[in-house]
T-cell receptor
Framework: GENVEQHPSTLSVQEGDSAVIKCTYS??????FPWYKQELGKRPQLIID?????GEKKDQRIAVTLNKTAKHFSLHITETQPEDSAVYFC??????????FGAGTTVTVRA | SQTIHQWPATLVQPVGSPLSLECTVE??????LYWYRQAAGRGLQLLFY??????ISSEVPQNLSASRPQDRQFILSSKKLLLSDSGFYLC?????FGSGTRLTVV
């Protein structure tokens, strides 16, 4: 499947600061890019997604940017709060059926 | 509304025993269904996906198998579990995940 590289693998931020996670890919045919948040012991939950015809999308404190030319997309969390602590996964759809996931980023928000 | 059910939530099985995990969806017809495995502290590995009854695509060769006997039912099975089969198994419909099954093989 499509190789999705996600960085960093761990991220520790002070409460109130911003967190940025970046993913890169190689298949230019990818057209759907979701982000998931997984709290400890729970299922991954879709938090935001972006399609290839859009460069940026925002939902309250989270935003996603997509650069199709450079083949990377990023998740931005502003004004981080302790409840933002979780593992975040980027993903992309490489055809009509399958999602390929990054390896995940463990985000810790320090109070 | 569209919902996805997965059971059991946790399972402890001895090596060599069989496995059957079930997933059903409601509120949709002819869904694309997926089985993923997540090892502890790791990412999501796609095991199988199905675009219709009796249609199964395998992503990773292993001692697991999947079946789709009905439009909204997806089953993950094994005849003989290995220690390495331990993990968190997630059924998914499109972009939505079930609650997962934590399998420990002892």
């Amino acid at each position: 499947g499509e190789n999705v590289e996600q960085h960093p693998s761990t991220l520790s931020v002070q409460e109130g600061d911003s967190a940025v996670i970046k993913c890169t890919y190689s298949d230019s045919a990818s057209n759907y890019f979701p982000w998931y948040k997984q709290e400890l012991g729970k299922r991954p939950q879709l938090i935001i997604d972006i399609r290839s015809n859009v460069g940026e999308k925002k939902d309250q404190r989270i935003a996603v940017t997509l650069n199709k030319t450079a083949k990377h997309f990023s998740l931005h969390i502003t004004e981080t709060q302790p409840e933002d602590s979780a593992v975040y996964f980027c993903a992309l759809r490489e055809n009509d059926y399958k999602l390929s996931f990054g390896a995940g980023t463990t985000v810790t928000v320090r109070a | 509304s569209q919902t996805i059910h997965q059971w059991p939530a946790t399972l402890v099985q001895p090596v060599g025993s069989p496995l059957s995990l079930e997933c059903t969806v409601e509120g949709t017809s002819n869904p694309n269904l997926y089985w993923y495995r997540q090892a502890a502290g790791r990412g999501l590995q796609l095991l199988f996906y199905s675009v219709g009854i009796g249609q199964i695509s395998s992503e990773v060769p292993q001692n697991l198998s999947a079946s789709r006997p009905q439009d909204r039912q997806f089953i993950l099975s094994s005849k003989k579990l290995l220690l390495s089969d331990s993990g968190f198994y997630l059924c998914a419909w499109s972009d939505t995940f079930g609650s997962g099954t934590r399998l420990t093989v002892v």
